[in-house]
């Protein structure tokens, strides 16, 4: 069970909030501002924060600032009423992961958290190995034999999904969520363009092809 922390100094909305995740089976713990959420840190495992911008003490970007000292990888989802473009670069500046304005609807979030929480998973797992192929995450890399090939980001986290979950289909709406995330402009072509270099730079690779499903998305089949 996922253990997310929300920091809200509404209490009402902390309260909302905290319902609609546990409702959706993740186990929740509450602070009502970035003081008493550094503390709750410090003493227990957390999964990710769903943190509001405007709260006394410490607010919401200097809590992330803080969060990315001491956890770097720890999946950050950023709530504001406001909705000035600044406030949203802001946000993405001190390192929160996605960004989501007041009033916000409870199904969106919950994608946005279950997104984060994949791709976080992703993260952590940094090599994947099987056959003659090792991907290592934190070069972007993929080697097959001898051969080291070194792949732009994106091509590399979209190869690495499929054949972390292989046999499993994606369809092209969670793959953009995942790859590019929900705020991106992302569109069929881009992801297309992405499948076919992927497809064109592993053309000779027996160990692995990545298999469209017509009408549904994609999937990666290993052939061990």
């Known amino acids: 069970m996922f253990r997310i922390l929300i920091v809200e100094d509404d209490s009402n909305t902390r309260k909302l909030i905290s ?12 602070a009502e501002d970035g003081l008493a959420a550094l503390e709750i840190m410090a003493h227990a495992h957390i999964d990710l924060v769903v943190t509001d911008v405007m709260m006394p003490n410490l607010d919401g970007l200097e809590l992330t ?14 709530l504001t009423a406001k909705q000035e473009p600044l406030d949203k670069r802001l946000g993405f500046l ?7 304005t007041k009033p916000f609807d409870e199904q969106e979030l919950i994608l946005r958290i279950r997104a984060l929480l994949r791709r976080a998973q992703i993260v952590n797992d940094q090599k994947l190995s099987f056959g003659e192929v090792t991907l290592d995450y934190n070069a972007l890399s993929v080697r097959i034999g001898e051969e080291l090939i070194q792949l732009p980001q994106k091509e590399f986290y979209l190869l690495f999904k ?6 499993q289909i994606f369809t092209r709406l969670q793959l953009m ?39 549904l998305g994609y999937k990666a089949v290993r052939h061990l």
């Open 19 to 30: 319902a609609v995740l546990r409702q959706e089976g993740f186990e929740v713990i509450s």
């Open 65 to 78: 600032r803080e969060l990315r000292v001491g956890w770097p990888l720890l999946p950050i989802l950023m």
């Open 94 to 100: 001190v390192g929160t992961d996605d960004y989501l």
């Open 162 to 167: 499929l054949l972390a979950n292989p046999n």
């Open 177 to 215: 969520d995942e790859i590019w995330g929900l705020e991106s402009d992302t569109d069929d072509h881009t992801l297309n363009v992405h499948i076919n270099r992927l497809r064109d730079r592993f053309r000779g690779c027996t160990d692995f092809e990545i298999v469209t499903v017509r009408g």
